[in-house]
Each structure stands twice: as C-alpha cells, then as structure tokens.
C-alpha cells in the first residue's frame, strides 16, 4: 500500500491528512474557516450524547452553542445504526414529535443553510429545519413530497418561481440556500443552482431540526451547516466541495465546479 492510500485512510478532519498523491499537500478546508450560526455534523461522534443509540443532545461546533436536545425519550433521533460513506448520521423515524430543538438559533434576512440529507418516504411537509411557529417563517425541506420550494410555502415566502427543485428526494443529496437580505434567495441542489425566490424573512429565534409537523421528515441528517451571511461564491463552492467529498457525494457535483475533482484545501 503506498504512502498516498495510508494518508487517505487518516479521519476526514486529521490535520494530516491531504488530498493529492505528494507529501506535504495543504490540509482540507472545513467549515472552521467560516463564521457560522450553527454546524452540527454526525460524522464527530464527540459532539453527540446518546443513551442506547438515542440522541438528546447534538453538539454544535460553530461555536455559537446552538445545541440540538431533545429530552422525550419517544422523540429522539438515532445515532450508530445508519452510514453514509462509512460515517455515522443521525435517523429520525418520521414520526409524530420526533424533532430536536434548537432554541436559541436565531437569524435574519441574510443567510446561508446547507445540509447534506436523504428521505426514506416521502410526503408533504416534511421539513428538515422548522421556525418555532410550525412553519410560519421558514421551512427548510419537503414540501409536496419534494424538496419544493426549500422554505415551503409559509405565509412569509412570496414563492413566485416554480417550485425547485421537483424531483422526489430517495438518495443522498447536499441541499443548500444563500438569502442575500434583501429579499432573494438562491437555492442550490448538489452545487447547482435553482429558480431563486422571493423572500421577507423577520429575525427570528428557535427552531427545530425535523420539524414539528405530524408529518416529519423521514430519513436521516448526516450535517448542517447554517451562516447569518450571505456566503460568497467562493466560500459556498468551498463548503459544497467539503460536504460533498467528506460524504462520498463528489459526483453529485455539476462538472465546472471547483471541486469537481479535489476537495478544498487551505
């Protein structure tokens, strides 16, 4: 096995580790390099406190303590039965309650989301990341058994493009949004970008992840990844080139994009 093949095998996030065939190559861009709101990732089993694969708390590592919790045992999301690239992701069963909460996540206008995400059943609303007030403001996921609209249709989204994108979501996908502030948003699918929207977003505060619909999403949630900026073009293609080979998703990616072939280095 040469040197190459051993370094490969190193954690995704080893400082050590390094994507070309040369020693010495810089080490992979992460989402430390942001500034963000939140960043929950399953992959850093550290930051997950479970009981007999139950999760009542995701930890988040942007910094911000925005922590994911969920205290009802009924409610609680899974860790350690499901991977994605051979990492860990969290399971949600889809079921009536079962959401963590994020209380203290709060942002405005101006915003990035990304989540890399896979439905087992489809159905309407079921959201991947709900606002406190059951979709008033924001719903980030399904609607009408596709990730429609990336916000649903809730009462503040004057959603006047076509719905985007419309394909039913049964494999595994890197959705993302970048809200400018001023009431346009660009939703993203696997780095390419969809119909934008129209959006009048107030600050808000609370949210839950999985929604809290009857009808939650069904699947898992591998990471997420929230910014209270619109990120430049730049660092968004960084961060879907990081999701994208960290999650075994890098032929997902359109060709053209930066990190179509390597993942992003620093």
């Not at 995704?12 to 020693?23: I, K, Q, V």
């Not at 079921?126 to 007030?133: V, W």
């Not at 979501?169 to 660009?186: C, K, N, P, Q």
């Not at 107030?202 to 997420?224: C, M």
């Amino acid at each position: 096995m040469g040197l190459g093949e051993l370094v490969r095998k190193l954690p995704f996030d080893h400082p050590y580790r390094w994507d070309g065939s040369l020693f010495g190559k810089p080490k992979l861009w992460t989402p430390a390099e942001l500034t963000l709101k939140l960043w929950l990732d399953a992959y850093d089993e550290d930051t997950i406190t479970e009981s007999g694969g139950a999760v009542s708390q995701w930890d988040d590592k942007s910094g911000e303590d925005n922590h994911a919790t969920q205290t009802t045992e009924a409610d609680k999301p899974t860790t350690g039965s499901r991977l994605l690239n051979g990492y860990n992701v969290l399971d949600f069963e889809g079921i009536i309650g079962d959401y963590m909460d994020i209380d203290d996540l709060a942002f405005g206008d101006e915003h990035t989301i990304y989540m890399v995400a896979k439905y087992d059943t489809t159905g309407s609303y079921k959201d991947l990341l709900r606002d406190a007030l059951a979709g008033t403001t924001i719903e980030f996921g399904a609607s009408n058994a596709n990730f429609a609209t990336f916000y649903g249709n809730g009462s503040s989204w004057d959603d006047t493009a076509a719905n985007t994108p419309n394909q039913v979501v049964t494999s595994d996908v890197i959705l993302g949004v970048v809200a400018d502030g001023v009431g346009g948003a660009i939703p993203y699918w696997n780095g390419t970008a969809q119909n934008s929207k129209v959006c009048s977003m107030p600050d808000k505060t609370g949210f839950s992840l999985n929604g809290r619909h009857p009808q939650n999403h069904d699947g898992y949630i591998a990471e997420v990844v929230i910014a209270d900026t619109a990120l430049s073009t730049e660092d968004r293609q960084k961060l879907e080139g990081y999701l994208a080979w960290k999650w075994g998703l890098e032929g997902n990616l359109p060709s053209g994009h930066p990190y179509k072939s390597a993942p992003p280095t620093v």
